[in-house]
């Protein structure tokens, strides 16, 4: 079990203006922001970070969305970050997800549900560098 983990604002949230209340509830939850940029990734970079939904149905319909607008990029740190995270942003489906989690709060559907969270220690690591240098984290 690792102590970092990477998440991504999505752009419905930004566009709703929940950055403030979700960073509010990393916070409280007792993650510490090791790094954090606002960025806008394009449609090409978004497939490179979705890579592994490449032959998935709804791969396209996740890049075009996930370069629509800006989005938080944020490594956090925790024991468990990985485990913990999930946790706190609870399930992919807004619906589904258990109340107080962020996606339950802030998401809107299976697509836009408001923040990314890794799903494994080593995704976690592959993600973080792929949005920072070794010179933005600290």
Same mark, same amino acid.
């Given at each position: &079990?690792?102590?970092?983990?990477?998440? *991504?604002? $999505?752009?419905?949230?930004?566009?709703? #203006?929940? /950055?403030? %209340? /979700?960073?509010? &509830? /990393? %916070? !409280?939850?007792?993650?510490?922001? +090791?790094? *954090? $940029?606002?960025?806008? &990734?394009?449609?090409?970079?978004?497939?490179?970070?979705?890579? +592994?939904?490449?032959?998935?149905?709804?791969?396209?319909?996740?890049?075009?969305? &996930?370069s629509? #607008?800006?989005?938080?990029?944020?490594?956090?740190?925790?024991? %468990?970050?990985?485990?913990?995270?999930? $946790?706190?942003?609870?399930?992919?489906d807004?619906? $589904?997800?258990?109340?107080?989690?962020?996606?339950?709060?802030? #998401?809107?559907?299976?697509?836009? =549900?408001? +923040?990314?969270?890794?799903?494994?220690?080593? =995704?976690?690591? /592959?993600?973080? !560098?792929?949005?920072?240098?070794?010179?933005?984290?600290?």
């Open positions: &079990m690792g102590n970092r983990t990477f998440t *991504m604002i $999505k752009p419905d949230a930004v566009r709703a #203006g929940n /950055i403030g %209340n /979700i960073l509010q &509830m /990393i %916070n !409280a939850a007792g993650f510490r922001i +090791v790094a *954090m $940029k606002l960025t806008q &990734m394009t449609k090409e970079r978004a497939g490179q970070f979705y890579a +592994v939904h490449r032959e998935r149905p709804f791969y396209d319909e996740l890049c075009t969305f &996930m629509s #607008g800006p989005i938080v990029a944020a490594i956090l740190e925790k024991e %468990n970050a990985v485990e913990e995270f999930r $946790k706190l942003i609870g399930a992919t807004p619906a $589904k997800a258990e109340p107080g989690t962020v996606r339950q709060r802030y #998401g809107t559907n299976v697509g836009e =549900n408001a +923040v990314h969270g890794s799903d494994s220690d080593e =995704n976690a690591a /592959i993600e973080a !560098a792929f949005h920072f240098s070794g010179m933005e984290i600290y």
